[in-house]
């Protein structure tokens, strides 16, 4: 993936006075704990529920990730010497999915809040370390690597913080926690802000990659999550607002990145050249945004272009396909697929995540229950948290996705 330009645009009206609560709870989202961060509790943690199926493989498949990545006391996994912010992310999409499995909220409420507690590590309010003016945009948001002291910070990816923004939205819907609100509120802000109205652009609008100044690339996958961010934002707090820059989003994807096949290309440049490689996640989040604002507004255009991206997607990804890709994308275009089906009950439900798992169970599963992927194969936490977020996924309601 590579950069894209950032010419800052104006803020969407109606949402300046929700940027500052973001701000405002910055501190109390994720305020340390000495007990969080020494990894100790001496509260008693609820029993983990006997589990069969894809609920005990998502158990198995998230220890195994906790043993082998996670670094005790420091609520970060490692890296170099930690994490990136793309896995950590879906560290954390992979517990909020494990909390959303029927009865185990409890069993896993101490390992969410310990996620929230490294997802801090990342948090940059004002671009420290870098000379002022380095970046585009300076509102508070989640750096692609662990932001100073701890860590060098520096550039944040747009979709990155979508990844951050919709499992923060999902946490806020399992505890009704009003600062992981105002945390994904926030973000929001950060991807409006990122907007790109500039004339001498092809195809004006869009989200780009980075908020790097040299960004020079507007991608579907900075630009679906954000309105599939936006869209759960509207349904919590039935902001307009949200809905309008939703909209507005998933039509400057279809109007600057749909093909001619109806596959969704992966970017477009500021002199309008594209790259059409089609990417499984870059379907999955157009997909899930279009069933989201069918059910947000009740246009039943958004679902049939749902509709019709599933049935080109489906016909386009084989297995094989599937199979070549690092996991996270068929993992993003699993969920939403399943989200999607859930609304029109059409083929194949969940048929095509469970065969995929299945395969990965038999074939890329190490005796310690890590998997492997990519070439030549190895373990990542990427991967990991992937195949968890697969079993927790199927394990769990549609309804607690997005």
Known sequence: MSARSNL?????????????????????????????????????????????GNPLRAQLAFGAMQKYFYIAGSGLYQGEPFSALWPFSQALAATVSMSNIPGMKGAYAHELHVRLIGLRNYLDTNNSGQPEGTFASTLPAFDATVAPP???????????????????ARVYELTHSPSALGYAEGIMAFEVAGWQEDPALACPGGIPFTNSPESSERNT??????????????????????????????????????????????????????????RSYNQGTMIGAGTMLFQATGNSAYLFQARRAAQVSLSYFTP???????????????????????????????????????YAWQNLRLSDDLFVAGSPASSE???????????ALLSSSPKTYF
């Open 150 to 168: 701890a860590g060098p910070g520096g550039t944040k990816y747009y979709d990155d913080n979508d990844w951050v923004g919709i499992e923060l």
């Open 221 to 278: 996958v900075t630009n679906a999550p954000t309105a599939e961010l936006a869209l759960q934002l509207y349904r919590i707090t039935h902001n307009a607002s949200y809905l309008q820059f939703a909209e507005k989003t998933y039509e400057w994807v279809r109007r600057c990145l749909l093909e001619p096949s109806g596959l969704y290309a992966d970017h477009i440049r500021s002199n309008g050249t594209i790259d059409q490689t089609p």
């Open 381 to 391: 936490l990427l991967y990991q948290a992937a195949i968890v977020q697969i079993y």
């Open 8 to 52: 800052k645009a104006p803020r969407l009206p109606g949402l300046g006075a929700r940027a500052l609560l973001a701000a405002a709870l910055l501190g109390a989202l994720l305020a340390p704990s000495a007990q969080a961060r020494s990894g100790t509790h001496a509260h008693h943690r609820p029993a983990k529920p006997a589990l069969h």
């Open 320 to 358: 094989s396909r599937l199979g070549s890709e690092n996991p996270f994308f068929p993992t993003v275009y699993f969920r939403n697929l399943l989200y999607l089906d859930s609304v029109t009950h059409d083929p194949p439900g969940p048929t095509l995540a469970q065969n995929y798992v299945n």
